[in-house]
């Protein structure tokens, strides 16, 4: 006979999530966490980071990683020299100087420590190094200032070397080396430069170089916090408090109704000037209105996270509401079905043409890691999950050489033509191109924290000494649990491609923890086997709460059912989600690469070698359980349990997809292209000009599978 706690009682799902966290703090009081939650007067995050290198990639995660050492992760250097080479005023050079170098380091320090791998340790040392000896007795660190603005070069960010932007992405870079080293030198360089921040940011607010620093002032108080809850210092918190004073104000902005509302964006409030610090009222009121939709895509994906790092010195449940209003109004506003959203630059409505920058996909994600760890909120998780397994695994080639710069959730054709984006002719039309250099490097340089920092955050700590399963896939962890005990939990899984998680414990005595395993929002009937033989549980908060005293060699085993789920777009269009994955039309590729001279360089184009122009039979879509059948690639691996283990295929390509949906569907002649993009989608009433045409076989295949593919249907009679 199994024995369980018993669980909070249930009354607890119906309060906030301030009570619940409330309560999350007393539970933290009867036993000790082996690891470091928030010091007071700091509340209590809900869940407690693990320390980069606790959590490590198996199967195709680890295949990814190795993926990411062999292309641009592990090559930028070689491959883009001019900007993070020697020059690079972050290594001491006069080139470029502002955030490139960083958001480079910014990945590949967490890919060189969970490949263990000393090439590229050595790569990202010799950065880390240079910066940690760069600090001078002001407290400056970084790239030396010029005394005169120095002769601009083409493709180098080298003026602005004072700007407070950059320097919160190297502190980033920083904190996750001290997590494998315990380096002491970063906490002194951290609280140095802090101080010289307390000095400094009266004269010279945080925009007072550049924009980017007051949209993105939440990473700088992630950081101070960070060094609070190791030193206890006093200052970090009046310094905290000018930070956010100084941040634009985005928990009043999304908490007003009219948040990226809008008819039009020739109203375009030029979304990288003016609003500069102090923001009084009338500012914030002015900002407040459909002028709104100016939000920088970036800045939207960082910005987002600022009220919830605040909520931890304020704990005002308002910070908690502005969060999850700014996600559902993004989503009702901006919203595409793979997670993202409509912004190329600014945010620009909800046609599934709109591109999505790659930069956003990576800042989302990590913005959503951070709060789950504050507010623990189960939406957040799903969403993470989402954006990952979809929106990412894309938009960058699947030998990690090449990327795009923006995405599109119905992408047709990728070639070198004016399209329907912010600034038609910007970029030289190369947006949607394949390649190192097309649209703008940013993304380059900056696309490489998604997979490595998704890893990490698969699991957390909990205040109560247990651990949380929050983020599925093929990995190991090893942690401490309650009474400082280690554990090893081995996840063996086809997740996402299928249905069941295998837990393996190891460890060496017995252990009294609870163990969280993330029930996700589109689950409906979860089922939990320890060591063969199904369980009942509880969930709280989104989570089933296993604890007991844990042997070596118990398993769990979880498995979560995935139904098909249609969803409602633009033009009554409709698009398919199976468990965290959703389902595209697939669309075999024709790649062609394209040598190139200008600034852009060398990039591919792909056109369709199907016809794009389908929609799903309305016959299909009324019984999705019988609409659409699940075929998984191999079928002697099981029709539960799909072949991507260690070893398998790389599993984010057209030909290796482990798992699609077959269903009908029929070409519409009269939906085509328009500016090298989809057409405006016809309105799916449903559409019954087409009723006297046979339907045709058609196939989905995952989002994060295709290069090309219609996410968002039209419904036809
Ligand atoms: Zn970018």
């Not at 925009?207 to 609070?228: E, I, P, Q, S």
Request: charged fraction near 25%.
């Amino acid at each position: 006979m199994i024995q369980f706690t018993p669980l909070q009682p249930c009354r607890l799902l119906q309060l906030s999530l301030l009570l619940l966290l409330t309560a999350c703090h007393s539970e933290d009081e009867k036993r000790e966490a082996p690891y470091l939650n928030n010091r007071v007067p700091l509340a209590p995050k809900a869940y407690i980071e693990l320390p980069l290198g606790s959590v490590k990639p198996e199967g195709w995660l680890l295949q990814q990683m190795e993926l990411m050492k062999e292309g641009m992760t592990g090559h930028l250097d070689e491959w883009y020299p001019s900007v993070v080479g020697s020059r690079n005023g972050w290594l001491g050079g006069d080139g470029d100087g502002w955030e490139r170098g960083p958001y480079w380091l910014d990945g590949l320090v967490p890919l060189a420590w969970l490949l263990e791998d000393e090439q590229l340790k050595a790569k990202a040392m010799e950065w880390i190094e240079w910066t940690l000896n760069s600090q001078t007795s002001s407290g400056y660190f970084g790239p030396v200032p010029f005394e005169e603005e120095p002769e601009p070069e083409p493709g180098l960010q080298k003026s602005r070397r004072r700007d407070w932007w950059p320097k919160m992405v190297m502190l980033k870079v920083l904190q996750q080396y001290y997590e494998v080293s315990e380096d002491k030198r970063v906490i002194d360089l951290m609280l140095n430069y802090f101080r010289y921040q307390l000095n400094q940011l009266p004269e010279t607010p945080l925009d007072h170089w550049t924009f980017w620093a007051n949209r993105r002032g939440g990473d700088n108080l992630m950081m101070v916090y960070w060094v609070y809850n190791r030193t206890g210092e006093p200052f970090l918190l009046e310094l905290a408090d000018l930070i956010y004073e100084q941040t634009f104000p985005w928990s009043q902005v999304f908490l007003n109704q009219d948040c990226y509302k809008g008819p039009l964006l020739d109203h375009l409030y030029p979304y990288n000037t003016g609003n500069r610090y102090p923001f009084d009222q009338e500012l914030i009121e002015r900002l407040c209105t459909k002028q709104l939709q100016s939000f920088h895509c970036v800045n939207f994906a960082q910005g987002i996270k600022a009220p919830l790092i605040r909520y931890q010195h304020d704990p005002d449940p308002e910070y908690l509401e502005s969060v999850r209003r700014a996600l559902s109004d993004m989503m009702e506003y901006h919203g595409q079905p793979q997670g993202m959203y409509g912004g190329d630059e600014p945010l620009h409505g909800k046609d599934p043409t709109q591109g999505i920058e790659l930069c956003s996909v990576v800042e989302l994600m990590y913005s959503l890691e951070k709060m789950i760890a504050i507010s623990g909120d189960p939406a957040l998780m799903d969403h993470l999950e989402k954006i990952a397994y979809n929106a990412l695994p894309t938009q960058v080639s699947d030998d990690f050489s090449s990327r795009q710069y923006f995405q599109q959730a119905n992408q047709v054709l990728l070639t070198r033509e004016r399209h329907n984006f912010y600034e038609e002719d910007h970029h030289g039309h190369t947006d949607l191109c394949y390649g190192l250099l097309t649209g703008y490097p940013c993304c380059t340089c900056n696309l490489h924290q998604g997979w490595p920092k998704l890893v990490k955050h698969m699991w957390y700590a909990t205040a109560e000494g247990g651990l949380a399963a929050v983020v599925y896939g093929p990995c190991t962890l090893r942690a401490r649990v309650a009474g400082g005990k280690e554990v090893t939990i081995r996840e063996d899984t086809g997740y996402p491609f299928g249905e069941r998680i295998g837990f393996d414990i190891t460890t060496e005595e017995e252990a009294r923890f609870p163990l969280m395993l993330r029930i996700p929002g589109w689950c409906g009937e979860p089922e939990i086997r320890l060591n063969g033989n199904p369980i009942q549980f509880g969930t709280r908060n989104g989570m089933a709460v296993l604890e007991r005293i844990w042997k070596d060699g118990d398993r769990i085993e979880l498995h979560l059912d995935m139904e098909v789920r249609l969803s409602r777009w633009v033009e009554n269009a409709v698009s398919v989600e199976r468990g965290p994955l959703v389902y595209v039309l697939k669309i075999r590729e024709a790649w062609e690469k394209v040598e190139n001279s200008d600034r852009w360089g060398d990039y591919w184009e792909v056109r369709p070698m199907d016809p794009w122009n389908i929609g799903l039979t309305e016959e299909a879509v009324s019984d999705p359980s019988r609409g659409f059948r699940v075929v998984y690639k191999e079928s002697d691996a099981g029709a539960e349990q799909p072949s991507v283990q260690q070893g398998a295929l790389y599993p984010w390509c057209i030909q290796h997809a482990p798992v699609s949906l077959v269903t009908t569907g029929k070409q519409i002649p009269d939906w085509t292209l328009y500016r090298g993009m989809a057409g405006p989608l016809p309105h799916s009433l449903p559409l019954k000009h087409l009723a006297g045409v046979e339907p045709d076989e058609i196939t989905l295949i995952p989002y994060g599978c295709s290069t090309l593919r219609i996410t968002e249907f039209p419904v036809v009679r």
